[in-house]
């Protein structure tokens, strides 16, 4: 049984402007087109050590987990990243529904700004509100594993079984890019969290427990993980 995630506009005509769509629509290029094996292998054990695969991150199935989680907030229209004289971005599109916007730089002053990246912070506009069940909140964040685009999202959770308005996501742009960031470009990643209350619990050392569950990973040459022990996630 799904649990159901509701959008709602929050501004004037923005019905059936729904930026917002599964994460499995948004695998990168570069993602499909990378290999499954290293190159030059024909083989799945590599031949110097019987316990160690040739399978690449494209067999990695918690990066395709973390990659295809949740929902995606994607550009609905291009937007060009040119230079003004004092070296800030200017940031320009040609349709008239507002697609970026900024904080005032006070609100974050002291915030680190990660390496790479313009000192300001912009913020992606949304206009849709984001209902989820009760005891439910919503994690944005960057697009998980997307080191290719030219922005970094902040991340930031709301409780958003209570709090329905617009979420509004802060971002830093790249030094060095300048150019059209194209419309379908994902801008967010948004995935649904369960507000359970946790404590730590430590148990000791057990030889047997810990070779047990290592004779069962190794049972299985071709991806192990998703096949011994993965669970599907669906996202519609």
């Known amino acids: ?38 190159l030059g292998t024909n083989t799945e054990l590599v031949t110097w050590s019987a ?30 990243i040119s230079r003004q004289d004092n070296g800030l971005p200017l940031i320009q599109y040609r349709t008239d529904r507002q697609i970026v916007s900024d904080h005032a730089s006070e609100q974050w002053q002291g915030l680190p700004c990660p390496d790479g990246y313009i000192p300001y912070v912009y913020k992606w506009h949304n206009q849709f509100g984001l209902t989820v069940p009760k005891d439910y909140s919503l ?51 948004i ?19 810990t070779k047990k569950s290592m004779e069962k990973f190794l049972s299985t040459i071709k991806r192990s993980y998703k096949n011994n022990y993965w669970h599907r996630k669906e996202y519609k």
């Open 51 to 80: 316990s160690v695969t040739t399978s690449t991150y494209k067999k990695c199935t918690p990066f395709f987990d973390a990659l295809s989680i949740g929902y995606i907030v994607f550009l609905t229209a291009d937007i060009e």
């Open 191 to 209: 995935i649904p969290i369960k507000r359970d209350s946790w404590k730590r619990e430590y148990r000791e050392y057990d030889f047997n427990r």
């Open 139 to 189: 994690l944005f964040t960057s697009p998980i594993n997307r080191f290719d685009l030219p922005f970094k999202t902040i991340t930031g959770i709301v409780d958003c079984d209570t709090y329905d308005l617009s979420v509004h996501f802060p971002f830093f742009i790249k030094n060095n890019f300048v150019g059209i960031i194209e419309k379908g470009t994902p801008i967010t990643q």
């Open 1 to 38: 049984m799904y649990k159901i995630i509701t959008i709602t506009p929050r501004e004037e005509n923005s019905d059936g402007f729904f930026n917002i769509a599964p994460a499995t629509e948004f695998i990168p290029e570069w993602y499909r087109l990378s290999s499954s094996n290293i």
